[in-house]
């Protein structure tokens, strides 16, 4: 992976419109021209802290004002520990994609397209982006906020280096953006879905929050997606997951129950609803359910383990 560093604040905004101004920024131009349905005109977030980002500090600036916004006040001195490299003078885009799990935070990376980037402040959600702003053979890494959009004045408005709510044309931010690579990505409370959500992307995103949150925050993660996808098996498993974790067995062993009931072919469902039932005592139930997690995946020592187990407490 290419090791991205913050940049240094830039002041020559004139020169970098002079580089830019002859450059078509497609997808700036196709936006214009079709007004994707349900975007709306022009859009801002409110209540986007702003911190000054010092040189080689973007990354713990911009990350202090995603969490703030998110609920969780914390300083860019806070978080420079945890993302600044000195070593690269900078902050890699995986540091950031882990920190607002540390704080029950759950982060998502957005799709490289600028239509989803503006429907995510359309709804309301600041979006961390990370730019080059000077040119491809002479980088000039730095990672800004986006908080607003206008289609009519085709401009986008970011908090940035020293500036609140820096306002430039979208055709220039899509320059910068798409020479880094058009990265971007979200941190927002748990039960909070992205505009954009994709199926799988969210629930690797909710996935790894589970690794290092409560089981509480994972447990408002999941029930978010199965709002969005009443059937998803990983969801379904991510809620008895959860509520297995919190000890609340009777709520997990509903939620593996209706897992194999909208997916009978899922033997980790079965596997997990007999452990749930064997904690509970159920013993008949918990065999019919472990015999039915065998058949479906026969010769798993994962099943084997567990129907030794149901077989001692059945003595």
């Known amino acids: 992976m290419q090791q991205y560093k913050s940049a240094r604040l830039v002041a020559g905004a004139f020169v970098l419109f002079m580089l830019l101004g002859g450059c078509a920024a497609k997808q700036t131009q196709a936006l214009l021209e079709h007004h994707p349905d349900g975007l709306a005109t022009k859009a801002s977030v409110e209540r986007v802290p702003f911190f000054a980002q010092t040189e080689y500090q973007c990354g713990p600036a911009s990350m202090a004002m995603l969490l703030g916004w998110a609920g969780v006040p914390v300083t860019p001195a806070e978080l420079t520990p945890k993302l600044f490299i000195p ?3 900078g902050t890699l885009q995986i540091e950031l994609m882990a920190t607002p799990r540390q704080y029950g935070i759950l982060a998502y990376p957005l799709a490289p397209q600028l239509p989803d980037l503006l429907r995510e402040v359309a709804a309301g959600h600041p979006v961390l982006v990370f730019q080059n702003l000077a040119l491809s053979w002479y980088p000039q890494w730095h990672y800004a906020v986006v908080t607003a959009y206008d289609l ?6 970011l908090h940035s280096g020293l500036e609140p709510e820096h306002t430039i044309p979208m055709s220039v931010f899509e320059h910068t953006w798409v020479r880094a690579g058009s990265w971007a990505m979200l941190a927002l409370p748990p039960g909070t879905l992205p505009a954009t959500a994709e199926e799988n992307r969210y629930l690797q995103a909710a996935f790894t929050l589970e690794s290092f949150a409560t089981p509480k925050a994972a447990l408002h993660a999941y029930e978010a997606a199965l709002v969005r996808w009443p059937s998803s098996l990983a ?3 991510g809620r008895g997951n959860s509520y297995y974790a919190m000890g609340k067995l009777e709520k997990a062993g ?4 209706q897992a194999t009931r909208d997916h009978p072919d899922a033997a980790p469902a079965f596997n997990n609803l007999a452990q749930v039932y064997l904690e509970q005592h159920r013993l008949k139930e918990a065999e019919k359910a472990i015999r039915e997690a065998i058949r479906l995946d026969a010769g798993s020592p994962v099943y084997r383990e567990t129907q030794a187990a149901i077989e001692g407490k059945s003595k």
């Not at 009519?152 to 408005?157: D, E, L, R």
């Not at 509903?254 to 129950?257: G, I, Y």
């Open 87 to 89: 070593g690269k003078k």
């Open 235 to 237: 969801a379904q498993m």
């Open 254 to 257: 509903k939620a593996f129950l």
């Open 152 to 157: 009519t004045s085709k401009t986008i408005t």
